[in-house]
Each structure stands twice: as structure tokens, then as C-alpha cells.
């Protein structure tokens, strides 16, 4: 039973009521996800995630948002990146803190030595590793870079 999807599914009629239209096309956005994913995993559409599997959907539409935005700068259209942050910025007040390279790179510097990794070739048993550990709590570029500089040195 998912708290954060019922919650989700909660504000939008709040949204709609503060006349949030940023907000109310980003839930509706979230919840549809959610719902298609419900269904993907052969549950009936009316049932809810788990908070895990949630947290997986937002983290994912978060992650759409941050490609679009850098799609749109890089295409030089910041007019376009503008609401991608908005609902960016929407999304990630529903996901866990994300932990700070310094955090990351202490959990790194554990998991390398708890599994004896000593070079570039144990990068990605590492960095999975690590992820599983993290859950969530960290983006998973920058793991795979802080793990691979610490395996190339």
C-alpha cells in the first residue's frame, strides 16, 4: 500500500482548487505513470504502488524532466526549459534528499573495500552494489563517476 501514490492522487484535487496549473499538469502526469504502471504489472488500475515502486515512477518523470531541460538548453530554447524546471522542482519535493558527493563518496570508499574491488574492471559491480544500498538516496551518474574515479586512481 503506497502512501506517497494515495497522496499524489490526494492533491490533485488541491491543485485544482489553488488554480496550480503547474502543479495539476505535473501530478496528473505522475499519477497517469503511476496508474500505467499498476496496470503493467497486472494489477487492477484502481490499486496503488508500493511506496518503492513510487518513488521509482517519480525519480523516473524527474529524470525525463532533466533530459528535456537539457535538451532544450543545449538546443538553445531556455523558454522551453522553463516549465521542465518547474515541474522538476515539483517532482523532486516528493523524492528522499539526495545525498551530497561527499556522503557518496564515503559510502563508495566502504562498499570498494567491502568488496575488495582494486580496479577499473569491478566499476560496475561496485556501483551496483552501491545503488542498492543507496536506494534512491543518489544519483546514479554520479555514483558510477565518484566509484570509477575512485577505482582509477
Known sequence: ???IH??????IPE???ARDEVKLRTLRSVVTAMTNEVVSKKRKPDEFLTDEE???VIKR????????????????RPELAEPEYAELSILESYLPSQMTREEIELAAKAKILELGASDKAEVGKCTGALLKDLKGRA?????????EALLTT
Not at 518523470?61 to 528535456?68: L, M, W
Not at 544519483?139 to 563517476?145: F, H, I, P, Y
Open 54 to 56: 513510487a518513488l521509482a
Open 139 to 147: 544519483d546514479g551518474s554520479l555514483v558510477k563517476e565518484i566509484v
Open 1 to 3: 500500500m503506497s502512501l
Open 15 to 17: 491543485a485544482l482548487k
Open 6 to 11: 494515495q497522496s499524489l492522487k490526494a492533491s
Open 61 to 76: 518523470a524527474a529524470n525525463q524532466r532533466k533530459d528535456s531541460i537539457e535538451q532544450y538548453e543545449k538546443g538553445g
